[in-house]
């Protein structure tokens, strides 16, 4: 069973960068596509970033692009989230998620496309 784990979640000021990771257990991690998402209290849970099997084709939502950035190293079967100018709003429990159904270089941008999550990490953005 692949499972996907979330790290590096925390505290941070607003202004400020973090790097999440998502580990994937067992092997065959280069046949998933990989998404990070986020869902903050009262709100629907929602894409963030997401990157393909090969090439690194790459998906980023209007609220994250041009402060984040998502990458994959499947020899360590890792997929990062940087997020930088990190803000309140960005208050959120992030879930990174793998896609097995999704073709090589193609990006899934809806949750129902992803079929393997993790457990989620907390991001609080406060002064």
């Known amino acids: 069973q692949k499972q996907f784990v979330e790290s590096g979640g925390a505290l941070v000021q607003p202004g400020g960068s973090l790097t999440l990771s998502c580990a994937a257990s067992?092997?065959?991690?280069?046949?998933?596509?990989v998404g990070w998402f986020r869902q903050a209290p009262g709100k629907e849970r929602e894409l963030l970033a997401a990157?393909?099997?090969?090439?690194?084709?790459?998906y980023y939502e209007d609220a994250v692009k041009g402060r984040s950035t998502i990458s994959r190293y499947n020899s360590n079967n890792t997929v990062y989230l940087q997020l930088n100018n990190l803000k309140p709003e960005d208050t959120a429990v992030y879930y990174c998620?793998?896609?097995?159904?999704?073709?090589?270089?193609?990006?899934?941008?809806?949750?129902?496309?992803?079929?393997?999550w993790g457990q989620g990490t907390q991001v609080t953005v406060s002064s």
């Open positions: 998620a793998g896609a097995s159904r999704a073709y090589s270089i193609y990006v899934p941008i809806s949750s129902d496309e992803f079929d393997v």
């Open positions: 067992g092997p065959n991690f280069g046949n998933y596509a």
């Open positions: 990157i393909s099997r090969r090439l690194g084709n790459k």
